[in-house]
């Protein structure tokens, strides 16, 4: 599975989400998706852990699960064609939207 596959899936995406806000235990994250049980919610991050996106850290009894930012430059190198596009897009959008501003005030 790569990257993308892995955030295909929504109840992972919510567990990226999450982890956008900072650390947290595996505890705090089965509790974030309270309508998938414990054994699903390691698997996703199981699967997270894989393709790169989490890290996982014991502490004590705990597990402590954190965003790995390398892990989303595959993503980010997808999307940023994409990017360009839409800046470009929205260059012209404001343009346009200036010029007609500009004829209402005459």
């Not at 995406?13 to 982890?19: F, H, N, S």
């Not at 597990?63 to 999307?79: E, F, Q």
């Amino acid at each position: 599975m790569d990257v993308f596959e892995a955030v295909a899936e929504p109840n992972r995406r919510i567990l990226l989400d999450v982890l956008a806000e900072g650390e947290r235990t595996a505890g705090e994250l089965v509790a974030a998706l309270p309508d998938v049980t414990q054994p699903t919610v390691s698997r996703h991050l199981r699967v997270l852990r894989e393709v790169g996106l989490v890290e996982v850290r014991p502490q004590a009894q705990r597990r402590i699960y954190a965003l790995r930012a390398d892990g989303l430059v595959a993503i980010d190198d997808w999307i940023e064609r994409y990017r360009r596009y839409w800046t470009g897009h929205l260059d012209a959008l404001e343009r346009h939207l200036e010029r007609r501003h500009g004829e209402s005030d005459g």
